[in-house]
């Protein structure tokens, strides 16, 4: 039962996960063990036993992580248990397949290996190896493992409904102080909303394979390209995009994306941002240095320079009212800029103004 025990850990405590595996591959005369999370909208999401976790992490790397041939055979096999290779591979196939490449590297051969699909729509694989020259699997070894898989499946749907739970709730938390928001995964899937971002139909629509889609084509493309970008090139850095107003029908905004730090510990981090939208407002205040400091992880000069633009003051004047140089106040503006994602000063005052002023 102690196996049974850390895998249930696991699903709390995502660093448990090499340990669990570590006992799995005991348990069946295996060398090393794998679980891998594989959705088209996440990131490489993965956790190894020591022994081969740089392997893991290279093959995670590559386009077969997402076209995984292997993986294709086990979900049309569709069976609720492990299964080792020749269960649902030919030779052909095996020779043919990419994962190959990469076991062969740390001389790795047999494979007993299980799907667990999750209804949040991720694929959950679990895979088992022995070394080249090793007995394949016998079915006393997959009786072994199927005694263990009702308990990584459940523990697998905990992890992963937590961390639907924690969407839901950060929402919910912004939606009581008057926020639209909503947490949308790396590739630019709503996750989870609040009441308040859901009834802006005027501004935002469904799109397919819910994906978060805005009315305005302009602002849509420059939310596709940043959330794009985030998922290419790993850049995880908060952006702010202002929306204009619409003949009158709609009040000016801004859109806020936040991204969410992933723990690269944890096998089921949606890897995700938030979105937050904002209103704007002529006569709104302007939120004092420590929400700014916070908001936009201004430093204390950066944040008061920001306050007082907002504030309608000119650089000359901050200057004077700071005791410091022209060019340092402009040092300064330019940090705000790179990290609030504007490019001007009117697109700064018009942002920071909106940080007060609820939605639209």
């Known amino acids: 039962m ?45 956790s190894a036993t020591e022994n081969v976790a740089d392997l893991v992490g290279a093959f995670a790397a590559t386009p077969a992580w997402y076209a995984n041939s292997r993986l294709k055979r086990m979900l049309v096999k569709d069976h609720g248990g492990f299964m080792r290779l020749t269960d649902f ?23 007993a290996a299980t799907v667990v699909p999750m209804p949040t729509g991720e694929t959950v694989l679990f895979t088992l190896e022995r070394t080249v020259g090793m007995e394949n699997y016998s079915i006393e070894d997959l009786q072994v493992l199927d ?41 630019g899937r709503v996750i989870a909303v609040n009441d308040i971002f859901e009834s802006q139909a005027d501004f935002l629509k469904p799109g397919a394979h819910g994906q978060l889609r805005l009315t305005d084509r302009r602002i849509d493309a420059l939310i596709r ?6 998922s290419e090139m790993g850049r995880r850095a908060l952006r702010s995009i202002p929306v204009p107003a619409e003949d009158g029908q709609r009040a000016p905004a801004v859109i806020h994306l ?91 005052v018009a942002l920071l103004k909106g940080v007060n002023s609820g939605v639209f």
Not at 31 to 37: E, F
Not at 155 to 178: C, E, F, H, P
Not at 225 to 230: K, S, T, V
Request: charged share 20%; proline share 4%.
């Open 147 to 187: 005694g263990v898989r009702p308990h990584l499946a459940r523990a697998s749907l905990i992890a992963s409904r937590l961390k639907l739970q924690q969407a839901q709730s950060t929402v919910a938390g912004l939606s009581a102080l008057g926020l639209a928001a909503a947490i949308v995964s790396e590739r």
């Open 258 to 348: 936040v991204p969410l730090l992933r723990d690269a510990r944890d096998v089921f981090d949606l890897g995700a941002t938030l979105v937050v939208v904002t209103g704007l407002s002529g006569d709104a205040q302007v939120p004092d240095d420590a929400i700014l400091r916070g908001l936009f992880d201004l430093t204390a000069a950066e944040a008061a320079v920001a306050a007082a633009l907002a504030r309608g003051m000119e650089l000359k004047d901050i200057a004077a009212e700071r005791g410091i140089g022209i060019t340092t106040v402009r040092t300064h503006l330019a940090q705000v800029f790179h990290k609030t994602g504007t490019g001007h000063q009117a697109q700064l």
């Open 2 to 46: 102690e196996l049974v025990d850390q895998v249930y850990e696991a699903a709390f405590i995502p660093e448990y996960w090499p340990k669990v595996l570590d006992g799995l591959a005991q348990s069946s005369g295996s060398v090393s063990g794998a679980l891998l999370v594989i959705d088209p909208d996440l990131p490489p999401l993965w």
């Open 225 to 230: 390209a940043a959330f794009a970008e985030q």
């Open 89 to 111: 591979s030919t030779l052909d196939q095996l020779r043919a397949d990419h994962c190959n490449a990469f076991l062969s590297l740390a001389d790795l051969a047999g494979q």
